[in-house]
């Protein structure tokens, strides 16, 4: 069984690294950071010329039509540069849930412009503090007109269309609606979180116009199956930045000098190096898992999507925290980068729910593997 990519996908990642390293440098991401902007626009643009935006969109809908393998190798490169863009929001959600469950009407309308990057989409859920549930959901339909409120929404500020998840009397309990967000009836107010190189907003719908997406009393089941697939590539995001929190602490190391030597030949910091190097693989190892589950979209897809998702924020959260401390006493400050790879893996934690929700989706999964 091979688990390494192709030539081609090896191939692409060269061509990632290469652009990302002259358009995305860490500068960037200050710039986000202290300025006004809620994202990288110039990057945005850029991004979507080269297609990555397109990456898995059919054919048919404008899109590449190529494989899941080659958008994790993508979603790898933009974690390793923490890249200040809409891409997750767009790509790994609205895009996503539109080629799941969108009708032909939808995906000809919507697809075309998600995969040129016209158009910006986000995924609207969490309502409040706890965990999510369809039982929990405040957010009701009526005749096609949405009511309700959603909190944190990633890039919700430069989106043009939202899935949202509303309640349902039937089935599941739950439904997905398409929501245009330039309209009367949805009004969106800043939310500060810890990265905000990433814009995120609260979304109030006042009856707001909404297609529905897929079948009502289906919308849960489909909000499941869009977060397994979204968390394996997030999960490549995180390896990204836990791979450049440990090539950024290993280069300080071995320039950084204390008593006539390289910190890096101090036991105590070659022990922190190596920790992150083991938890990196181990996150590396569960991210093939799932990308082999969600390429090929195979029934282990939410056990390996949970296994993927939670050893990468567990090895992305250890290996930002100890880059900083591998920076001493400096690794803190606003100066250095250190900080933007620790806001981002923080963030990343709990985007789509919380690392403890996934060990729990973890654990359902291996029950009910051992079950069959």
Known sequence: MNFEFSEEQNLLREQAQGFLAEHCPMSKVRAVLDGEASYDRELWQKVAEMGWTATVIPEEYGGLGLSYLELVVIAEELGRVVAPIPFSSSVYLATEALILAGSI??????????AVGEVIGTFAMAEGHGRASAAGLATTADGGALTGTKVAVADGDIAQIAIVVAKADDGDGAALYLVELDQAGVALDPQRTLDFSRSHSRLTLSGAKAELLGS??????????????????????????AQASLEMAKEYAMG??????????????????ANMYVNNTLARSNCYYGAWALNADAAELPLAAATARVSATQAYYFASKENIQTHGGMGYTWEFDCQFLYRRSKLLSVNIGSEGQWQDKLITAIEQSNAA
Request: hydrophobic share 45%; aromatic share 12%.
């Open 256 to 273: 950084r000098y204390a008593f006539g030597r390289p910190i890096a030949s101090y036991q105590a910091i070659k022990h922190k190096l």
């Open 105 to 114: 009407e939808q995906k000809e309308r919507w697809l075309p412009k998600l």
């Open 216 to 241: 009502s009393g289906e919308g849960w089941a489909l909000t499941q199956k869009l977060l397994d697939r979204a968390a394996v590539l997030f999960a490549w995001e995180q390896v990204g930045g």
